[in-house]
Structures are given as C-alpha cells and as structure tokens.
C-alpha cells in the first residue's frame, strides 16, 4: 500500500482479493504482479472452505447421539433441526409428489453455507484483514508485505462474484442434467426450440430460450453478490467515518454501524433465504414434464 493512507486508497484495499496466479516469472501471490485468467482468490477460497467445515461440524455435532433420538432435542440440535425442517417445507411445497433425495441436502447445503458466508459481513472490515497481516508479516519474508496494511485479505466470499457465480453455474448444470435425464433430450430439446412461436420459427425460439436460460445462473449469482457487495461498501464508508474524520463524526459513524449491522442482518438472511428458494425453483422446473 501507499505510505500515505487516503480515503481512495483504502477503499480500493479493502475491496481488492488476494490473488495467486500465473506471470512471466512462474506462480505468485504478489497482488501487484500482472497474472493471467488463471489467478485465484486465495482469500475468497479460503473462507469458503473454512465456512463449509463450520456447516459440516456443526450439523455433524448436533447429530443425535446413539440412545438419545427419542429424547427432546434442545441447544445446537433444536438450531439444526429447525434449519432441516424448514428446508423441507419449501422443498415440499415446490416439488410436491416429485421424489429427489439431491433436492433437499443441497438446499440445505446452500442456505446455510451461503447464510455463514454473508454473516462474515458482519465482522469489523478492518478486524481479520489486519489480524492476518500481522501474522503474514511475522511468519513470511514475503517483499511486498511491510506493514500489516499491506495484505489484501478479503473475508466475505459472497462479495466475489467468482464464488457467487460459480455456485450458480453449478445449480445451472444440475437443472440441465435432470431436465435431461426426467424429460429426456427430445424433450428439452424441445423446450428450447418450439416455444413460444412454433415449429416454425425454431431459430428465433431458440435464441429467446438460450437468452432466458443462460439468464437464470448469471442473474442468480450476480443477485447475491450485487446485495452482499453493496452491504460492505456501506460498512467500509462507514468505517471511513471512524478513522478519517472528527471524534463527533467518529461517533456517528459508529451509530450508523450498529443501525446498519442490525440492519443488515436481515439482508444477509434473505440472501441466503432467496438463493435457496431459486434452488428449489429451477430445480423443480426441471422435474416438470407435459404430464405434471
């Protein structure tokens, strides 16, 4: 980073991933190195990982124990089985009669895993980044990291369209592969050749089909990751309040950032909520045949 700490610079920072990639010298994590489209976010990867094994212990943890199915659930377990039972419904209510032992898990799977991700929204902007800094900067003889500051450290995956979009390409295949494999490939295929105009005008049919399905995975992440990015920059202006203005501004700023946390938690809820119905949704749609 600048010596200079400026408003400009330190949005830039805190919205900018720590990327690995590919450059003309070999593999690096330099954020400042010209990388090809084969760089990753380590940041963005790692907090999904970490996140998905919160999921996976904490539903495993609230497992009933051998000997205890018939007692009545409380703590972690009541939590758990809530989410299960409330995932259920909505799956039931859009599939009906239709049986899919996939649907349910992976509803499951991505509201609570979408849910933890955006709840690191809620986490101070400046709390992890620099708290991983310090321990970059005293484990790693790495050039560019001096100072604390100078780690790129991004901890809310939801807030990069990498990880967004690339859970919504992989509901986007599921739908195409059970649309084939309920309807079979006469039948999709179909679906996007003769509506909504008829046999004979395939070629316009299948444009304005491939148009609304290509839409539904890209609008799907982008959805959720527009919200999410939105939410932060809302904290980090914030947080700008508190270290780059008066005490009394300072103050206000920090008021504003309860209002806007409290706030907030709503939004990240129906994120999760909205990806997971959608789920369900286009899943449902691709289960759907004339007879249904």
């Given at each position: 980073?600048?010596?200079?700490?400026?408003?400009?610079?330190?949005?830039?920072?805190?919205?900018?991933?720590?990327?690995?990639?590919k450059?003309?010298?070999?593999?690096?994590?330099?954020?400042?190195?010209?990388?090809?489209?084969w760089?990753?976010?380590?940041?963005?990867?790692?907090w999904?990982?970490?996140?998905?094994?919160?999921?996976?212990?904490?539903?495993?943890?609230?497992?009933?124990?051998?000997?205890?199915?018939?007692?009545?659930?409380?703590?972690?377990?009541?939590?758990?089985?809530?989410?299960?039972?409330?995932?259920?419904?909505?799956?039931?209510?859009?599939?009906?009669?239709?049986?899919?032992?996939?649907?349910?898990?992976?509803?499951?799977?991505?509201?609570?895993?979408?849910?933890?991700?955006?709840?690191?929204?809620?986490?101070?902007?400046?709390?992890?980044?620099?708290?991983?800094?310090?321990?970059?900067?005293?484990?790693?003889?790495?050039?560019?990291?001096?100072?604390?500051?100078?780690?790129?450290?991004?901890?809310?995956?939801?807030?990069?369209?990498?990880?967004?979009?690339?859970?919504?390409?992989?509901?986007?295949?599921?739908?195409?592969?059970?649309?084939?494999?309920?309807k079979?490939?006469?039948?999709?295929?179909?679906?996007?050749?003769?509506?909504?105009?008829?046999?004979?005008?395939?070629?316009v049919?299948?444009?304005?089909?491939?148009?609304?399905?290509?839409?539904?995975?890209?609008?799907?992440?982008l959805?959720?990751?527009?919200?999410l990015?939105?939410?932060?920059?809302?904290?980090?202006?914030?947080?700008?309040?508190?270290?780059f203005?008066?005490?009394?501004?300072?103050?206000?700023?920090?008021?504003?950032?309860?209002?806007?946390?409290?706030?907030?938690?709503?939004?990240?809820?129906?994120?999760?909520?909205?990806?997971?119905?959608?789920?369900?949704?286009?899943?449902?749609?691709?289960?759907?045949?004339?007879?249904?």
């Open positions: 980073m600048a010596s200079e700490l400026t408003t400009d610079s330190y949005i830039n920072h805190h919205l900018t991933n720590l990327k690995c990639g450059t003309d010298a070999g593999w690096t994590c330099d954020p400042y190195a010209e990388m090809g489209f760089s990753f976010h380590v940041d963005s990867l790692l999904s990982v970490i996140l998905g094994c919160v999921f996976l212990f904490v539903f495993k943890k609230a497992t009933p124990k051998k000997g205890s199915e018939n007692l009545a659930p409380k703590g972690l377990q009541n939590f758990a089985e809530m989410c299960i039972e409330f995932v259920e419904d909505n799956v039931q209510s859009m599939f009906g009669s239709i049986k899919n032992t996939l649907v349910a898990p992976l509803a499951l799977t991505v509201f609570v895993w979408i849910l933890l991700m955006n709840l690191m929204d809620l986490v101070p902007v400046d709390f992890i980044p620099v708290l991983a800094g310090h321990i970059a900067a005293a484990i790693t003889d790495v050039s560019w990291i001096k100072e604390p500051d100078d780690l790129y450290f991004k901890v809310v995956p939801t807030t990069d369209p990498n990880i967004t979009l690339g859970m919504a390409f992989a509901v986007f295949i599921l739908t195409i592969y059970y649309s084939i494999t309920v079979g490939i006469k039948a999709f295929a179909a679906e996007l050749t003769l509506h909504p105009f008829g046999k004979y005008l395939i070629p049919n299948f444009v304005l089909e491939m148009v609304n399905f290509i839409a539904k995975p890209i609008s799907l992440g959805r959720l990751f527009g919200n990015y939105a939410g932060e920059m809302i904290f980090i202006l914030i947080a700008l309040m508190l270290f203005s008066s005490i009394w501004v300072g103050v206000l700023g920090f008021a504003l950032h309860l209002i806007w946390a409290l706030f907030h938690v709503l939004i990240v809820a129906l994120q999760a909520f909205i990806f997971m119905a959608l789920t369900i949704a286009y899943l449902a749609m691709a289960h759907e045949t004339e007879e249904h």
